[in-house]
Nanobody
Framework: QVQLVESGGGSVQSGWSLRLSCAVT????????MAWFRQVPGKEREGVAA????????????VKGRFTISQDIGTLDNVQSTLYLQMNSLKPEDTAMYYC??????????????????WGQGTQVTVSS
């Protein structure tokens, strides 16, 4: 069973940086596409960035040039890989709960949430002006 555990959220000031991490387990022997989403209470979930098994990436227009998605492959403590989201030049409008997600449809590079079958519990990012 695929499990995703996010970390790295926090409260920062506008212009600062944060790096989110997502430890991925249960994916051994299969390729997955991965993504970061965010959601503010009362608003729809927004796709932020996605990466496929060939390391091709896409970004929402709102974060292009500021956020970078990447993935490291590893076997430490049964963690098959770690997904990252480097967030620079943070703005108050980036405040949200951030979730990582995984899809066994490794060929599909998309920010459409319905494509992703597995989700983490989320990590809160708060940016103050």
């Amino acid at each position: 069973q695929v499990q995703l555990v996010e970390s790295g959220g926090g409260s920062v000031q506008s212009g600062w940086s944060l790096r989110l991490s997502c430890a991925v387990t249960g994916t051994a022997g299969h390729s997955y596409s991965m993504a970061w989403f965010r959601q503010v209470p009362g608003k729809e979930r927004e796709g932020v960035a996605a990466i496929d098994s060939r390391a091709t990436t896409i970004y929402a227009d709102s974060v292009k040039g500021r956020f970078t998605i990447s993935q490291d492959i590893g076997t430490l403590d049964n963690v098959q890989s770690t997904l990252y989201l480097q967030m620079n030049s943070l703005k108050p409008e980036d405040t949200a709960m951030y979730y990582c997600a995984a899809s066994p449809r490794w060929w599909a590079l998309t920010l459409w949430g319905e494509n992703y079958d597995f989700w983490g519990q989320g990590t809160q990012v708060t940016v103050s002006s």
